[in-house]
């Protein structure tokens, strides 16, 4: 299982805060899991996940569409901050 | 920078600044310098009254981030503490939002590195702002300012 978490204007948008699931298939890369979780939703999701100042992290990590994922993770999506 | 003088708090209560310092200088008769910075929520942004500003942020990441932050600091002057304190939920106009204080023996690294935690906390950090004003709820953008004030300290690497 992984665990997903939606931020902020992310969250609002999709009305998901977080999500438990399997991961399809293990080393996938985050760019494959994210086409995944668009085709298991709608067109709304594709809009809000592949917009483009997007940001994702996997175990609190900012990391880039090629990190490749594995059971256990931790992985979010979220909106440039602004903290301070 | 002994990592037993870096502490980092994500909190809904406000601070005192004034024991906030004092802890600080205690740690080690080290310091000699100690330079602060404190965030406070306006009344007004881009021309709309804020009557509520809203928090929002990753819990452990949030932490983490600030702590690799001030480590890279640490790296970069000769620091002997540091104390980060950021405010979630809800705040309103002239509240407290967030401290940064650092010590080192001369004034120079406490100054610089105070201004560089805050600004690379303000674009690194995953907190999230959003304001109740006249015209409904916005969050707020990220600002080009933020990350040209972050970018001036990677050009003088």
Redesign the interface.
């Known amino acids: 299982m992984v665990q997903v978490m939606f931020f902020s204007l992310i969250r609002e948008r999709l009305d998901t805060d977080k999500l438990s699931l399997s991961l399809p298939m293990p080393g996938m890369t985050l760019l494959a899991f994210t086409e995944h979780l668009i085709d298991t939703h709608d067109a709304h999701w594709r809009e809000v996940l592949t917009s483009a100042n997007i940001i994702k992290s996997v175990n609190q990590r900012v990391v880039d569409n090629d990190c490749c994922l594995s059971d256990g993770d931790e992985i979010a999506f979220f909106p440039p901050v602004t903290g301070g | 920078m002994n990592l037993d003088n870096v502490s980092v708090s994500v909190q809904q209560q406000d601070f005192d600044v004034s024991a906030e310092l004092r802890r600080l200088r205690d740690q080690s008769a080290q310091v000699g310098a100690v330079a602060s910075f404190v965030?406070v929520v306006r009344d007004i942004n881009d021309s709309q009254t804020v009557s509520v500003l809203e928090?929002?942020?990753?819990p452990?990441?949030t932490e983490?981030?600030i702590a690799d932050i001030i480590i890279m600091a640490g790296e970069r002057w000769q620091l002997v503490g540091a104390r980060v304190i950021?405010r979630v939920g809800k705040l309103l106009p002239t509240d407290q939002?967030?401290l940064v204080a650092v010590t080192s023996r001369h004034r120079g690294d406490a100054f610089a590195a105070c201004e560089f935690i805050?600004d690379y906390?303000?674009?690194?950090?995953?907190?999230?702002?959003?304001e109740q004003t006249e015209e409904g709820a916005r969050?707020?953008?990220?600002?080009s300012a933020?990350q040209a004030a972050v970018d001036r300290w990677e050009q003088s690497d």
């Open positions: 965030g928090l929002e942020h990753y452990g990441m983490q981030s950021h939002i967030v805050m906390l303000k674009t690194r950090a995953p907190f999230w702002k959003k969050w707020l953008d990220a600002r933020d």
